[in-house]
């Protein structure tokens, strides 16, 4: 029997899903319906689930918005942050978050990334990065570590890989975070910080595929990558209480950098108000 | 009517758009279509709508087909290269159903070309400019009062049947300026997509009734929480796999469009009634073709004009009506000879074909038109 949440924030037709088995995706999507639950539900804020759109690109990601019981809608490769910049700016009182993947919004769609971060137009990016594109087969993506092997780099990768969240805050991201597939407590909270930042917000949420990259570059299997994970993976509070040395090699989980600018949404309101007042 | 205006084709095709409901534009700057998203950028937030300049053509049509996804009528504009650059989402806006209009101001010459000459080379292109078997209709207006009446008709037409229309317009109408007469809003007849779901549908959001060929479109944000994927999909708007709905989905997405050609199909006929010899044309080239019949009339030869509104799909019922009067046929187009081909297939044979076109970026002259029919009426006497 499928839980509670399944039931009610999934597609339960339509599932199970088409990922891998050890596949961190699953674990991220729902992180995600985990995060909208509990803001649903939280008497705080007046969050209604009509008012969610799950906006998706191409790629193993991207198959999430079909299995999640929301307005959804799966574009094309690289173009989910355009598409929901269209949705968000049409409407905005929706809530769009965008689930994604490396090579969708950091390659093929790295251009709207980094302008939808400039412009802080009030979207949430959940970027399921797992090091390869996995829907064609094990090729190197744009955070593919260099040196490590994929289809298309059987000698080892010569590029060097992004950072996905730094690039987002590079760009001017109001809210740049990183998640992984191990801290799932963690990461479904910096989802929920996410969805409530009012302007543009990214989660790099470092996802695992044991099939392609994980098998390329003799990572183990899936239980094997997830202890990497628990190792080198540092939720904030721990992070801070380590020395310089012991932080060598390892990566912070955690809001990296969050600001208050003008959204997007907003900022135009005014535009039409003041056109409305010239009349 | 109303009072008479100076505008720009370009404009006209904002203030039509206005005046059919649009509320939202994304665009990128493209010369000769800039002047749209200028005015758009302008007029959009004093009828509360919201305009958004993307970082390239790609963003723009998926920016557009959001907001339309939203419930929002929603429109770019753009000039070749940038309506190369949009073609993969226009596609998805076909299979996915999501109505948009996409104005493409044509210039001349591939690549970069000459950005401020005008052409029709895009004729093709808004055909077959996207990938896969998928059903295209595109209107080309011919003035400034037109391009304002027709790009209303645009929208209706993409929210009627639920699919991207391509408004192919020209440098020559683009930048035109001329004095017209708009019509009053109460002249005007609007139409908004289907928002109820069809009887039966029981949350199948791309539910189709036997005998109907375009499902109903809620917004997202209304309650009905349906997904929208550009994979082939069943009513329920979830992918599949099966060859048999994919091959339904498919053949609907087609017949939508060519069973109600009828409905969709417009032309133009001037001195048409005892033509002998029919000059077909369309868009920017229309006023030189008009100039060089009345010249041609006063000389006493019997020419007429047959002109696609809608030109895609090509009107072949309507030229193919018109073929016994006629001896022969001159298809006057500013391009290597594009409609020429729908022109030449859709007489089959019957009746000579000739053809006058222009790659230069200059335009066709009247005089060019005239001495192109003598040359026909020579070569005609010569046999």
Redesign the interface.
């Known amino acids: 029997m499928p839980s509670d949440l399944i039931h009610q924030y999934m597609?339960i037709d339509?599932l199970p899903q088409i990922w891998c088995p050890g596949c961190g995706n699953g674990t991220i999507m729902r992180d995600v319906a985990v995060a909208i639950e509990q803001l649903i539900d939280d008497p705080e804020y007046d969050f209604d689930?009509?008012?969610f759109?799950i906006?998706s690109g191409i790629g193993c990601s991207s198959r999430a918005?079909?299995y999640l019981?929301?307005?959804?809608?799966?574009?094309?490769h690289?173009?989910a942050i355009?598409?929901?910049?269209?949705?968000?700016?049409?409407?905005p009182?929706?809530n769009v978050i965008v689930l994604t993947g490396d090579g969708d919004c950091s390659a093929i769609g790295g251009?709207?990334l980094i302008?939808a971060a400039r412009r802080n137009l009030g979207l949430t990016v959940v970027a399921f990065n797992n090091d390869i594109y996995g829907m064609t087969g094990g090729q190197y993506s744009p955070t593919t570590p260099n040196g490590d092997k994929a289809t298309t780099a059987p000698y080892g990768n010569v590029d060097r890989p992004f950072d996905i969240a730094l690039l987002a805050a590079g760009a001017g991201a109001s809210f740049a975070a990183r998640g992984d597939v191990f801290h799932a407590r963690e990461t479904t909270e910096i989802i929920r910080q996410a969805i409530l930042h009012k302007g543009f917000s990214i989660v790099d949420v470092y996802s695992i595929c044991p099939t392609y990259y994980g098998r390329k570059n003799k990572k183990g299997d899936a239980v094997e990558m997830l202890k990497w994970q628990k190792e080198n993976l540092i939720p904030t509070n721990r992070w801070y209480t380590m020395s310089e040395e012991e932080r060598v090699g390892k990566k912070l989980i955690g809001i990296l950098s969050r600001n208050d600018y003008p959204e997007y949404t907003e900022e135009?309101a005014k535009?039409?108000e003041?056109?409305?007042k010239k009349? | 009517m109303s009072k008479a205006v100076l505008m720009q084709g370009n404009e006209a095709a904002v203030e039509g758009a206005i005046a059919a409901g649009m509320r939202f534009f994304a665009g990128y700057p493209i010369t000769p279509s800039t002047e749209i998203a200028e005015q758009s950028a302008l007029r959009l937030p004093q009828v509360g709508g919201h305009f958004l300049q993307m970082e390239d053509e790609l963003a723009s049509i998926a920016a557009v087909l959001g907001a339309s996804a939203a419930g929002v009528k929603a429109m770019t504009a753009t000039s070749g290269p940038g309506f190369s650059l949009m073609q993969e989402n226009i596609g998805y806006g076909v299979m996915a159903e999501i109505p948009c209009v996409i104005v493409d101001v044509q210039r001349a010459g591939p690549s970069t070309g000459l950005p401020t000459s005008p052409s029709q080379g895009d004729y093709m292109q808004a055909r077959w400019g996207t990938h896969g078997d998928h059903p295209v209709i595109a209107l080309s207006p011919s003035s400034v009062r037109e391009t304002y009446t027709l790009i209303i008709r645009a929208f209706n037409l993409a929210e009627k049947y639920r699919t991207p229309v391509i408004f192919l317009m020209d440098e020559i109408v683009g930048h035109m300026r001329e004095g017209v007469e708009l019509p009053r809003e109460s002249e005007l007849i609007i139409n908004h997509r289907k928002m109820s779901f069809h009887d039966g549908a029981n949350k199948q959001c791309y539910f189709v009734p036997e005998g109907e060929y375009v499902p109903a479109m809620k917004p997202f944000g209304q309650g009905e929480r349906y997904n929208i994927t550009g994979l082939a999909h069943d009513s329920s708007g979830f992918p599949t796999n099966s060859t048999e709905i994919a091959g339904k989905l498919f053949t609907r997405l087609l017949d939508k469009v060519e069973k109600n050609v009828n409905d969709i199909v417009r032309i133009e006929e001037y001195a048409m009634d005892d033509a002998e010899t029919a000059i077909v044309c369309f868009g920017g080239t229309t006023r030189a073709v008009m100039s060089a019949i009345l010249e041609a009339r006063a000389q006493g030869k019997k020419v007429g004009m047959f002109r696609p509104i809608t030109v895609w799909p090509f009107p072949e019922q309507q030229l193919r009506a018109r073929l016994p009067q006629l001896k022969n046929i001159l298809m006057v187009e500013h391009n290597h000879g594009q409609m020429l081909l729908e022109v030449q297939r859709t007489v089959g044979g019957a009746l000579p074909v000739d053809f006058l076109g222009r790659i230069d970026g200059t335009v066709i002259s009247p005089a060019d038109i005239l001495a192109k029919l003598n040359e026909m009426e020579e070569n005609c006497h010569a046999q």
Not at chain 1, 69 to 76: E, G, R, V, Y
């Open positions: 597609r339509h689930r009509d008012d759109v906006v918005a079909g019981d929301f307005n959804s809608i799966h574009t094309t690289g173009r355009a598409f929901a910049s269209g949705i968000k700016f049409a409407n009182k929706l251009n709207h302008h135009y535009i039409i003041q056109c409305r009349k």
